[in-house]
Nanobody
Framework: QVQLVESGGGLVQPGGSLTLSCAAS????????MGWYRQAPGKQRELVAT???????NYADSVKGRFSVSRDNVKNTVHLQMNALKPEDTAVYYC???????????????WGQGTQVTVSS
């Protein structure tokens, strides 16, 4: 079994900051790309940021310059530092990781359960 567990969501005022964290655990042999996606009410899930094992990152245009993604390859964790938050950042944020469970095995995408981020005054 593999689990991704997110933490750090909550309510924040516009202009504020939050940090989300996600830890992968279980029967893990290797972790490739990790990242964050979000889904607002009535909208499709969208990419927020991803980071490769070599720390190459990619961001949605809407969060560039405000959000920063990082990871710890030893602990199998990924973090999302969110600054200058806007009401339109309100969504459920999901952690994602490409994980393989044995040497030479395929990578599968795993998802966390989601954590709510609400930006409101």
């Amino acid at each position: 079994q593999v689990q991704l567990v997110e933490s750090g969501g909550g309510l924040v005022q516009p202009g504020g900051s939050l940090t989300l964290s996600c830890a992968a655990s279980g029967n893990i042999f290797g972790v490739n790309t990790m990242g964050w996606y979000r889904q607002a009410p009535g909208k499709q899930r969208e990419l927020v940021a991803t980071i490769t094992r070599g720390s190459s990152s990619n961001y949605a245009d809407s969060v560039k310059g405000r959000f920063s993604v990082s990871r710890d390859n030893v602990k199998n964790t990924v973090h999302l530092q969110m600054n200058a938050l806007k009401p339109e950042d309100t969504a459920v944020y999901y952690c994602n990781a490409d994980i393989r469970r044995r040497l030479g095995g395929p990578f599968f995408a795993y998802w966390g359960q989601g954590t709510q981020v609400t930006v409101s005054s």
